[in-house]
């Protein structure tokens, strides 16, 4: 079966790092994406990996390991504001999105 | 990104009646278009997948006569949830993807409340 495995919550204070990791097993792989979710709205999109390696986009990273299903998004100099739900995301062989739980991240003063 | 525009934002309706849900793709077209429902605290569950002009395809358990599904053009697709039922209330959202694009890009969503 297909499974994406994320940690249910996690809490970081403000300014520090915080690093959200996701492992997937999924019947083909065509991108892993993460996604920011406030509570009630819909996802935006943070990031898309299809390539080993380490993707920067300002304060967020997404990293890829496709031999080791993994991946993480790292999240530097923290804000109040970056309290929300994660979710990862890995497109599979049929260019379907298969979804992990989320990860809820607190961020405290 | 692209934009999409999902509505209405919110919507409370008394249970049996049927409620319609709009989700429009404002520039670009969008091929394939995807509903999903999501339950408080829950991530998000893909209900069916639609490609313009053609019928949905629903996932498991997922029912196709309660949760009716048209695709009609390459910019609006419609989800109508039929005798809703107060068990039905959710947030539901959609997101659409071009013939070429890996992303897809959500609208909005909608709070549906059953009373």
């Known amino acids: 079966g297909q499974n994406i495995d994320q940690p249910t919550e996690m809490t970081a204070t403000e300014g520090a790092i915080v690093q959200i990791n996701c492992t997937y097993q999924?019947?083909?792989?065509?991108?892993l994406f993460w996604y920011q979710q406030h509570a009630g709205e819909a996802p935006t999109f943070l990031s898309y990996n299809v390539l080993d390696g380490l993707e920067e986009k300002g304060r967020f990273s997404s990293f890829l390991s496709r031999s080791k299903g993994y991946s993480y998004l790292l999240l530097k100099e923290l804000q109040m504001k970056d309290s929300a739900s994660y979710l990862c995301a890995v497109m599979d062989s049929n260019y379907q999105l298969i979804w992990g739980a989320g990860t809820k991240l607190i961020i405290k003063p | 990104g692209a934009v999409v525009s999902q509505h209405p934002s919110r919507v409370i309706c008394k249970s049996g009646t049927s409620v319609k849900i709009e989700c429009r793709s404002l520039d670009f077209q969008a091929t394939t278009m995807f509903w999903y429902r999501q339950f408080p605290k829950q991530s998000l569950m893909l209900m069916a997948t639609s490609n313009e002009g053609s019928k949905a395809t629903y996932e498991q358990g997922v029912e196709k006569d309660k949760f009716l599904i048209n695709h009609a053009s390459l910019t609006l697709s419609t989800l109508t949830v039929t005798s809703a039922h107060p068990e039905d209330s959710s947030f539901y959202i959609c997101?659409?993807?071009?013939?070429?694009?890996?992303?897809?890009?959500f609208g909005q969503g909608t709070r549906l409340t059953v009373v």
């Open positions: 999924t019947s083909g792989f065509n991108g």
């Open positions: 997101s659409a993807r071009g013939a070429r694009d890996t992303e897809a890009f």
